[in-house]
């Protein structure tokens, strides 16, 4: 075979002969007038970028994070003004390393901290809680009735007197493991949150509010010198916060590293690609297009007023990806065309011809795989369907349109594609790796695609019995988003382990007309209600507004035992309540007609919240009547709770409308049940195989996890689309199976191949992400990749065996795959791969 120049003279005059009225209207709208069009997409790309730098910004919330019309919320959410502290909070334990809490200089820097948190914007500064509070008091009966006041002695000087009376008041308040530590060495300050700024009326900033807790941490810990962001201090002092706000600012200070991760996927997708092209100029277009979409679509983000938080920040790496698998798609088909001797301008219409259907099928099936989030109402996860759809629909323009015109100006090397077409007409010349994909051949014969069924009929069975075990919401303690060795997770580990109460709340709020919650009947259920809940191992304790009513009953019949009950007086009750109202405020609300029961759990796992909200649930279907509702639910433990519910419901409906989807999308493109059989099956085996490996790796299904199966089904098809279209195409024309997949193979299964180890190293990085979260969508992603790849290239032929064997099973040829009549050459090369030309032929 000779070697084909470019700019030779056949290969001018064939230009000079093509008929530029050929093809589709977007064809020529887009190619009879490149100059315009490269115009406006650098326009286009000038415009957005712009965007994208100047008004993109990081902006989570805690709202966003809670499905907001599932029944408990909205029940928090309605309720949010009469319930003190049970919303979002962080918790802030000031620890003394070297002694305990009754030292001077410990209180000193106590009151430091309190100071400045009261003064921090987006404190909710009346329900604050520390021993420096008012709001904190004790109480005591005497001879004389009750006596009482705040826990810090208002005349406190730190002399050993006022020590003293400190302590003593710590004991008659009862606050030794909730804002005391069991051991007297730390305390916590509690610090409840609004959603916006006092002062701006803006919502409340997580990340400038984290760098103002590490700001005092430095202060406190390292004497005002900077430190790395969960580094732990060493001196005498130390600071231990949680809480939504501060995991939130540390997740963002995290995401500084995701831009080293996207850097890798760059460097790594750009040196696959050249290794297997050996092309730069091509190379670089493949990898600079899908840039492009991701500058589009932070661009077109920004325009609409989106923000990015921790989870949508994600979606670029995707677009990059999915970018790359169609770029490089088109670069293959334009690189063979040019090898055979065919004009770089017509190579890149002859395969925008062949493959744009495909194309654009695949990414409306990415689109779905997005789009069907939107089905989940957590605005989270809305907004990172809306950010990624964009970016998805941005593709259709660089790595459909973008892609072939750029290259029908650049062309590809010489050297490149003689080496591409040698490789496709000189299979006896493989070697190594590459004579697996000769092997691939055998797929479609009858012994080896019966084993290849068979064995992914039984890795099917086993992923789905092994996939049953699968949790919905956290398996771990501490925050399931950060490593268990982080700064965030230790201070968790602390708190758990020195204080009785943990920071896990589910409250469920008692609602009824004004007073009535000091009705007897109120304060009974409620009694039972506190006392069904302990019954649960996970939880520690229950609070409500009847054990104030109880100790204060006591209390006023000088202590009696036997009078720490719910009286049926009602003047006792109301007594009691007044009383209450002063040192607990927090129990009922202004009008006394909304009042919490409050479990206090060991964690949040799945297990615990499932078994909590059963119990709840139960009691209020049982005892809720027109006059007094137990409504479910709030605090973090049952904000979550209800999180893991929408999970749940959304978890199979999502898979549902995306396989749906999915199905319709093959049956229009391959217009053959059978093809979308051969299509589906693989990616069904990928997601079940994905579900057992989440099981075996202890992860749940959650926030952060779901959206990883709807996408990787959504972009896992993309391979059966393109190889399973051409290998149709052959058949339709006649070819047996055998030859047809060969075919299919040389044009476009090893571009498969590449994207999928192409995608696979460019995400798994992330396992080494400071991020959890982020470390699991990467591990889970890079296996859907590499299983949807091998699901393609291995599942397609060996099913096509028993479902597409037979012509008769093949459907006849549509209008596309007609022949055209566009010159001397336009037929065969118009073809999905057309028959070598030599030079002298050309």
Known sequence: ????????????????????????????????????????????????????TTRLALAPSFEKMIPQSQPYIKNFLENRSSLRGLGNSVRVVVENTQGDIFDPDYLGVLKQVNDELFLTEGVDRAWMKSLWSPAVRWTEVTEEGFQGGPVMPDAYQGKPADIEQLRQNINRAGIVGSLVASDFKSTMLIVPLLDKASATGKPLNYHEFSQRIEQLRSTIEFDGHPHQVGEEGTGKYKIRVIGFAKLVGDLIDGLIQVIMFFALAVVTSLLIIFLYTRCVRSTLLVVGCSLIAVIWQLGIVAWLGYAIDPYSVLVPFLIFAIGVSHAAQKMNGIMQDIARGTHRQIAARYTFRRLFLAGVTALLADAVGFAVLMLIDIPVIQDLAITASIGVAVLIFTSLLLMPVALSYVGVGRKAAERALRMENNAAAHKGFGRLWDLLDRCTERKWATLVVALGLAMGIGGYLMSLNLKVGDLDSGAPELRADSRYNKDNGYITSHYALSSDLFA????????????????????????????????????????????????????????????????????????????????????????????????????????VVAIAEQFARDNSTADRQFLLAAGSAGIEAATNLVVHEANRTMLLYVYLAVTVFCLITFRSWRATVV???????????????????????????????????GIGVDYALYLLSVQLHYQRQGLSLVESYRNAVAFTGRVVGLVGITLAAGVVGWAWSPIKFQADMGILLTFMFLWNMLGALIGVPALSYFLLRDPKQVVAKTKAEAPHTNGEHSAPQESVVAKPLSADAR
């Open 1 to 52: 075979m000779g070697h084909v120049k470019q700019d030779s003279m056949p290969v001018i005059h064939e230009l000079a002969q093509f008929d530029r009225r050929s093809g589709n209207l977007l064809e020529r709208l887009v190619f009879n007038h490149r100059p315009l069009f490269m115009l406006l997409m650098t326009l286009a790309t000038l415009v957005f970028g712009y965007m994208a």
């Open 508 to 611: 469920v709020m008692i609602k009824t007309a004004p007073e009535g919650c000091l009705d007897y009947k109120t304060l009974i259920l409620a009694d039972r209600l506190g006392w069904e809940l302990q019954q649960h191992p996970g939880v520690q304790a229950t609070t409500s507004l009847v054990n104030a009513v109880r100790q204060i009953t006591a209390g006023t019949y000088e202590g009696n035992p036997k009078l720490a009950s719910i009286q049926r007086n009602q003047n006792v009750l109301n007594y009691a309540a007044q009383q209450a109202s002063v040192n607990s405020p927090e129990l009922f609300n202004t009008d006394c007609s909304l009042m919490p029961v409050i479990a206090y759990l060991k964690d949040h796992k799945a297990e615990t919240l499932s078994g």
């Open 679 to 713: 299509a589906l099956v693989p990616l069904m085996l990928t997601s079940v195989l994905c579900e057992a490996l989440m099981v075996f790796m202890g992860i749940g299904v959650k926030v952060a996890t779901l959206p990883v199966i709807a996408l990787g089904v």
